[in-house]
């Protein structure tokens, strides 16, 4: 079973740093796209920051500048440090990942979704 397990978050004061890991597990082959994505309270998901195998990034307007998306391929491994934190940074922060799932003799490609880390600021 394939899963992906976020950690990192927390309450956090303003101005401060969090950085979030999401760890891919079970039996994957490789990993492609991998980012995060967050829903505050009342609003719909969005696009926090998202990063290919290359390295190559893509930042939502809010993170460019304070969070940085960074991954390990060997690990399937993706982080988000976020720095100088703002009241409106409070959300579920979820990970998501394109997969290459092991099925068989063949593999698969599947996105996946973790269940959320919560970053609060106080």
């Known amino acids: 079973q394939v899963q992906l397990v976020e950690s990192g978050g927390g309450l956090v004061q303003a101005g401060g740093s969090l950085r979030l890991s999401c760890v891919a597990s079970?039996?994957?082959?490789?990993?492609?796209?991998m980012g995060w994505y967050r829903q505050a309270p009342g609003r719909q998901r969005e696009l926090v920051a998202t990063?290919?195998?290359?390295?190559?990034?893509n930042y939502a307007d809010s993170a460019k500048g304070r969070f940085t998306i960074s991954r390990d391929n060997a690990k399937n491994t993706v982080y988000l440090q976020m720095n100088s934190l703002k009241p409106e940074d409070t959300a579920v922060y979820y990970c998501n990942a394109d997969l290459f799932r092991r099925d068989g003799v063949s593999t698969r490609l599947m996105n996946y979704w973790g269940e959320g880390t919560l970053v609060t600021e106080v």
């Open positions: 990063i290919d195998r290359g390295g190559n990034t």
């Open positions: 079970g039996s994957i082959f490789s990993s492609g796209i």
